[in-house]
């Protein structure tokens, strides 16, 4: 059975840094895209980044990048982001969601419809 448990969140002041983490079971993450979404009150989810476990390779929206790392440790069969410099906006619940990797040699992707488990989420706050 397939299942992501994310941890990590929290409060924090502006400024400050947090680190996600979604533990996976069922499967093996190294075959898998991992993906952390993210959705304000009123607003609509967003990709935020995502991973190539086979390799490690990642990609990350515009709004995150030099701030926010995601990472992968396969043998623990979790993937971290580490957020760092948060701002107000990047308030929100946080989702890690897993697609299989059908082909090795494409890079991961932020479409939620293409990731077919997910997680519960956790809260994100940045206020001061």
């Known amino acids: 059975q397939v299942q992501l448990v994310e941890s990590g969140g929290g409060l924090v002041q502006p400024g400050g840094s947090l680190r996600l983490s979604c533990a996976a079971s069922?499967?093996?993450?190294?075959?898998?895209?991992i993906a952390w979404f993210r959705q304000a009150p009123g607003k609509e989810r967003e990709g935020v980044s995502c991973?190539?476990?086979?390799?490690?390779?990642?990609r990350y929206t515009d709004s995150v990048k030099g701030r926010f790392t995601i990472s992968r440790d396969n043998a623990k069969s979790t993937v971290s982001l580490q957020m760092n410099s948060l701002k107000v906006e990047d308030t929100a619940v946080y989702t890690c969601?897993?697609?299989?990797?059908?082909?090795?040699?494409?890079?991961?992707?932020?479409?939620?419809?293409?990731?077919?488990?997910w997680g519960q989420g956790t809260q994100v706050t940045v206020s001061s």
């Open positions: 069922g499967f093996t993450l190294g075959d898998y895209y």
């Open positions: 991973i190539r476990s086979s390799d490690g390779s990642p």
């Open positions: 969601a897993a697609a299989r990797i059908r082909w090795y040699g494409m890079n991961c992707f932020m479409s939620a419809g293409q990731y077919g488990y």
